[in-house]
């Protein structure tokens, strides 16, 4: 079958589901009507019942906490597919070590490059922890504060050709981070089991205002967190090729 | 007038189709398939607008002022961080699947072989 | 409630005006063949994107969208063109067809 053929059965097909699409959104309540009553009560009732000013985090980590746990193992998989793709034939193909190579000639950042990234770098990490710590009260939360903290460690690699510290082993490390963040999700749902009723029931005391309200919804911000970053950087890593990494110069 | 968000999206939709159908790039088509998750962000975003609403953060207006819906929000907001991995996902299929035929160009490839 | 949302138009006009550039920005995206140059055209695409979900009052989703759409999915996007055209340089000096059709290079452009 030529391209042309393809291209104009590609053509029909799409503009048939561009009428479906259509009729179906004109059915809609016209845009700026909105007639839900969930949306409604919910926004109503953030306050009150958990303390916590940031509707849309309670929503995620609390009321519908559950659809957060399936999201972040979808996360947490794509991650292991990640590394079972690129991990595999690593050793075994000729040639991988002359992309190492290539990689590996290019020159390395200039001294003021390095300089700018070790002063951008902590204030990024520093944004980040904070839109993490304030998720249930100002607009951010685990998953946004969790890609500004990759963001900061991405910073600091590309500025200075070097992603952690000396001493810490950094593709451990991360995946570690990782792990830890999506287990302990797990283990804040098992909380609420423990105390007696159902599994991510909000169960740690609400405080009145401030950092420490809203019961579970700071832990479960932090532990997003630390699974968002750490899967981010793990699949930057990979991509990277780890060898470049292992050893830290 | 007010159809104007939910033309944009179909409008993505079919954009992001069409980048996918003609692309002679494995990368190429990834990204292509990210604008067409940006429509949905759109629909979901668009269904919970109410005019002249708030957005729902209480943190310097009392409750009870009328604000969009929260629930499309956390949808999307979920949705955007987790589908960036997904990419990645793809990408790495990309590059292994690069590795496997020699090229990105998907006309070329021939059957999979265990 | 239905008076006072029929007195004020529904679509402001920063909307309608981010609305149409994201439809610009999505025809953009799709029509750049190159991954290197799309990668630059969807960072600016994520940005307007999440222009446009603060003008729809969503200003986590906006948060997430910038920093997803203009900071980890070029990085994505350029990691994995880098590690494949390091394999086509090698291919193409071998001899074999390569994809993109531009061997380069291997050493001659940063990380």
């Given at each position: ?71 972040e193992f979808i996360l947490f998989i794509s991650v292991i ?97 990782e792990a830890?963040?999506s ?44 699974a968002?970053?750490?899967g ?18 | ?84 991995t ?29 | ?111």
């Amino acid at each position: 079958m030529s391209r042309r053929v393809r291209l104009a059965i590609f053509g029909v097909g799409v503009a048939g589901l561009a009428a479906l699409l259509v009729w179906g959104l004109a059915g809609l309540p016209d845009f700026g009507n909105y007639q839900g009553r969930y949306g409604r009560i919910v926004a109503r009732s953030s306050v009150p019942q958990r303390k916590a000013t940031d509707a849309v985090t309670v929503v995620t980590f609390d009321y519908r906490g559950f659809d957060t746990l399936g999201e972040e193992f979808i996360l947490f998989i794509s991650v292991i597919g990640v590394l079972a793709l690129l991990r595999t034939h690593r050793d075994t193909e000729e040639g991988d070590d002359l992309e190492v190579e290539a990689i590996r000639r290019a020159p390395p950042p200039s001294e003021s490059l390095a300089l700018l990234g070790r002063v951008l770098a902590p204030l990024v990490l520093v944004l980040g922890i904070y839109i993490v710590a304030h998720g249930h009260l100002t607009p951010g939360g685990g998953f946004a504060g969790g890609v500004v903290l990759a963001a900061g460690l991405l910073v600091l690699y590309l500025t200075t050709g070097r992603i952690a510290l000396r001493r810490i082993r950094p593709v451990e490390t991360f995946e570690a981070v990782e792990a830890v963040g999506s287990f302990g999700f797990v283990l804040i749902g098992i909380g609420g089991l423990i105390a007696g009723a159902q599994f991510l029931h909000n169960f740690l005391p609400l405080g009145s205002s401030g950092l420490l309200t809203g019961g579970t919804i700071p832990l479960a911000n932090v532990s997003v967190g630390l699974a968002v970053a750490g899967g981010v950087i793990t699949v930057l890593s990979e991509l990277l090729d780890q060898r470049l990494l292992r050893r830290a110069r | 007038m007010s159809f104007l968000p939910y033309a944009v999206a179909v409008w993505l939709f079919v954009v992001g189709l069409w980048g996918v159908v003609t692309s002679r790039n494995l990368i190429h088509l990834v990204i292509c398939l990210t604008v067409v998750q940006a429509s949905t962000y759109i629909v979901l975003l668009g269904i919970g607008y109410r005019t002249g609403a708030a957005a729902p953060i209480f943190a310097d207006i009392p409750t009870g002022t009328p604000t969009v819906d929260p629930v499309v929000q956390a949808l999307t907001l979920t949705d955007v961080v987790v589908e960036a991995t997904v990419v990645a996902l793809l990408l790495a299929l990309a590059v292994q699947a690069e590795r496997r035929f020699g090229t990105l160009d998907p006309k070329e490839f021939g059957a999979l072989r265990g | 409630m239905t008076a006072a949302a029929a007195a004020t138009p529904a679509l402001t006009a920063l909307q309608a005006v981010l609305l149409l550039a994201v439809a610009a920005g999505g025809l953009a995206v799709a029509a750049t063949r190159d991954p290197v140059r799309q990668a630059i055209v969807a960072s600016v695409f994520g940005l307007l994107l999440a222009a446009l979900f603060f003008a729809f009052q969503a200003p986590d989703v906006a948060l997430s969208e910038i920093t997803v759409g203009t900071v980890a999915l070029p990085a994505m996007i350029l990691l994995a063109v880098a590690r494949t055209r390091a394999r086509a340089a090698r291919a193409g000096a071998a001899g074999q067809r390569t994809g993109d059709g531009r061997p380069r290079n291997p050493g001659s452009e940063p990380t």
